[in-house]
């Protein structure tokens, strides 16, 4: 029997539509150790799908055409080492959004835009806080 979600996969998988497919999987490859386990160009090498892997993860990539838009996205990544990923963002050509910082809700992160305007937020959870500290936390800040 066939299973509605396949192997590999979660039952939401990001789609991110972009000017330069090729481009975008290039510094996601830099960034964040990403693998291409699948990628379909048309006659003229021009990526019409792509699938790529971060951790346990999978990020499906199109190239803009026609009816189909360029739209930026925003991600959430959990890593090992937020501080050292978004060096690596970075010298991949990302621009800061927010240097990593511990925060109240649990995790150290920062974030990123890469150059088709994605935000890739960065993230290390360092703490497991409870829904009821959570909301105690978010009170004292004042958020």
Do not use: H
């Given at each position: 029997m066939v299973q509605h979600v396949p192997d590999g996969y979660h039952t939401i998988t990001p789609y991110i539509t972009v000017?330069?497919?090729r481009k975008l999987i290039d510094f996601i490859k830099a960034a964040f150790d990403a693998a291409v386990p699948e990628l379909l160009t048309d006659d003229q090498g021009n990526i019409r799908h792509?699938?790529?892997q971060i951790g346990d993860s999978r990020i499906m990539i199109g190239q803009a055409r026609?009816?189909?838009k360029a739209r930026p996205a925003t991600l959430y990544l959990y890593l090992p080492d937020?501080?050292?990923t978004y060096q690596r963002a970075l010298a991949a050509g990302a621009t800061s959004l927010m240097e990593p910082a511990d925060q109240f809700y649990g995790d150290r992160n920062g974030g990123v835009e890469d150059a088709f305007g994605n935000?890739?937020?960065l993230a290390t959870?360092?703490?497991d806080v409870s829904s009821e500290e959570l909301q105690r936390r978010m009170a004292a800040q004042g958020k």
């Open positions: 000017d330069d497919a792509a699938e790529t026609g009816e189909w937020v501080d050292a935000w890739w937020w959870r360092i703490e």
